[in-house]
């Protein structure tokens, strides 16, 4: 939301908006020649100083000089979507959650702390950053700082460097905590969206579904496509077959190793989709969206009828297809790493 030329310029928020959305103008270059302006939208996490904190959607955070706004106002929390199922960020994150389960939980008040460690290559790896890091929905019950460091302790105790997943861009989503991570000195390593859909166009939309053959149960041929680890280790099998309601989709290639593969898991009216793949030689054939909808059948025959996938935002070829198959952005949710201790190579997996 910006300010019109014939809006009245002034500064119409104070310190006691911190917490919620905003938008604000203000001076970037004054002097001899002609002023200017830029416009932040997010979420005010802090005011302190003569310093305003904004952290925006895509979990950026800018600071801005008290000094320097010429006009500022509280907007909606979130704008409105034209098109998709009505979800909450919560709802999606525990769904999320389920969908991609870690190994290893345990609470920390209302924070969630998940590992899946695999140990096949000698050392202590963590499969994947989504069944590696903290689920902060809610309070910790102690202090930020203490419960950082109780977080720390978990998961070095495991070998693993400490994440925590942060959702920032929806109403209900987490900037305050994402400003407070990055004032530690927290790294946000990975940026994604969540998406969502209705389910039934997504079944529609493929062709050639004759050709995918669904399991319940992952096998060797799959993995040797999915190849986001080295040799597989149970705990990458107890984290792939883990969820509700799951499922396998394989396109079979002229050798073991399959033209596609593609993954669902059915919770409820949610039907999310992971490890979408196709083999390079084999791209540009529409394999990707007849994986997909055969899934989706698949998922609208237990009662399912929305979708929800997780893609980086760097990932320009999936995100067409998203596109394509009429996934919107709901929120986007980052990976902020503790400084220093266990080396982050020690994730394995889809980076997300």
Known sequence: MEFTARARLEVRISPSDVGKRVSVRRLTQSGDGPEKFTDTVGVLTSWDSGVLRIT???????????SRLVAGKVVPAAPARRRGPSASAAELARVTSRGWPAVENERLGEWALRAAVARGSGRPVGFTRRANSVLPLGEPGMPLDEALARVRRWYEDRGLPPYVQVSTGAEGTQERLAAELADRGWDREVTAELRIAALAPVADLGTGTSRV?????????WLLRYQRVGRPDPVVRRVLEGGPSVWFATVPG??????????????????????VEVGPEHRRRGLASAVMAALAGRALDEGA???????????????????????????????????????????????R
């Open 56 to 66: 925006r959607r895509d979990g950026e955070t800018v600071r801005i000089a008290e």
């Open 213 to 221: 053959v669904l399991s319940r149960t992952v096998d060797e041929d």
């Open 254 to 275: 002229v050798s073991r190793t399959p033209a596609a593969v593609g993954r669902c898991v059915v919770d409820g009216r949610w039907a999310g989709f992971m490890a």
């Open 305 to 351: 009828s929305a979708a929800w996938l997780q893609v980086e935002t760097d990932n320009e070829a999936a995100r067409a297809l998203y596109d394509r198959l009429g996934f919107t952005t709901h929120h986007s949710y980052h990976h902020f790493r503790a400084p220093g201790g266990v080396p982050r190579e020690d994730i394995a997996g889809e980076s």
